[in-house]
């Protein structure tokens, strides 16, 4: 479930529609005028030594960028390397979903754990000062792929997920490191839901439906349990944050919440319907579930210690589902109140489908047994 499908008071940014700027015309500011535009990434990487310097970016070479996303939390572009063509991705941090003052520092130190398994962009420059526009900047290599099917590639997906989880934490790591992994996802989604309850619309019905829900996870979440050791966890797993290829090694990517945590959060992330149908239209059966877990136990045989890691899986899959139902009562509530908007009518219609009948009962029946 993605949290930055919410843009603050309906905000856009209107840099797809803009034509090519030189790069300078925006000028060097704490407050640029034209906002998080390409322009202003060309003139960042025009007038910083320190990023030219990393990059072997050459004096008075133009660079061309381009607008690839924005989200809540951060706005990415993307440019070609003037002398060697590769491509590259700029990437502006906005805000943090974990509380973070240096959002974008953590997550290229994430990302520098993370560069012995292969599957994660490279850290090429990190300028954490927020002396530019007031934000942290990150450049890391672009890398190339298409995203998940689940229908055909959740092999590679198993493959991808042992390689990230097998790389070794060493002392020192700087990750956070939630004492109780599972009862923080369940404190996350009381938080979410406490904006749905607090509204004056919220549908009393709904409210008791995942008010019963919370009893069993809470439940589940009280149960003694030691892990056999940390990895690095992604925990937001969904189809758009791979990156597949045929021939060449696929990739994981958007690392904007890894914890030092639980294998079984990330993998339940990835199951959980909440999470294969918010872009999708699929939800995995049984069958597929069990599929995916003997796949993952084979993958990882002998590289690290599994654990109880069939019932922990179940245990996170109950709590990962609830968690994508409150953060959607909580963006449904803040849409319809107007203190925030859903960024466009299809998340809206997802946030709309996880928060009805037939939703609620199939996440009732399959993963909490009601």
């Known amino acids: ?37 390409p322009c ?48 590259l991705l700029f990437r502006v941090n906005l805000g943090s979903q974990m509380h973070l003052d240096d959002q974008i520092g953590y997550e290229a130190r994430a990302l520098a754990l993370l560069e012995p398994s ?55 790591h700087g990750l956070v490191v939630p ?32 008010e019963r829900l919370f009893a069993h996870a809470r439940r589940v979440a009280e149960k003694p349990y030691a892990p056999a050791c940390r990895h690095i966890v992604s925990t937001e797993l969904n189809s758009r944050n791979f990156l597949i290829n045929e021939r060449l090694p696929s990739y994981l990517v958007d690392w904007e919440k890894p914890v030092a945590g639980e294998v079984e959060q990330d993998i339940a992330h990835f199951l959980a319907p909440t999470t294969t149908f918010w872009k999708t239209e699929t939800v995995l059966d049984s069958r ?7 796949t993952y136990e084979r993958m990882a045989a002998g590289r690290f210690e599994l654990g109880s890691l069939r019932e922990r899986t179940a245990a996170y899959l109950s709590v990962t589902c609830l968690r994508g ?23 809206f219609g997802k946030v709309e489908s996880f928060l009805g009948d037939s939703f609620l009962s199939l996440v009732e029946r399959e993963y909490f047994g009601f």
């Open 40 to 87: 202003e990434v060309e003139a960042y990487l025009a007038r910083s030594a320190a990023a030219r310097a990393a990059l072997d970016l050459p004096e008075g070479v133009p660079i061309e960028a381009r607008l690839l996303a924005r989200g809540e939390y951060n706005a990415n572009f993307s440019f070609a390397h003037p002398v060697t063509g590769k491509k």
């Open 325 to 347: 139902l409150t953060w959607c009562a909580m963006a449904y509530a803040q849409h319809r109140s107007g203190e925030r908007s859903v960024a466009d009518a299809y998340t």
């Open 179 to 210: 004492a109780d992994p599972l009862g923080a996802v369940v404190d996350e989604c009381e938080a979410m839901f406490r904006v749905y309850r607090r509204w004056a619309r919220a549908d009393r019905q709904t409210v008791r439906r995942i």
């Open 118 to 172: 292969g599957r994660t962009p490279r850290v090429l420059f990190v300028d954490p000062s927020k002396s530019y526009f007031g934000k942290g900047v990150l450049v890391e290599e672009c890398l190339p792929g298409r995203p998940l099917s689940y229908g055909t590639d959740r092999d590679i997906a198993a493959e991808i997920l042992v390689d990230v989880h097998a790389v070794a934490l060493p002392d020192g």
């Open 1 to 37: 479930m993605p949290d930055d499908e919410l843009t603050s008071g309906g905000r856009s940014c209107a840099c797809a529609a803009k034509t090519k700027q030189v790069p300078g015309d925006c000028g060097m500011s704490s407050a640029p005028a034209c906002g998080l535009e």
């Open 288 to 294: 597929d579930i069990d599929r995916f877990v003997e």
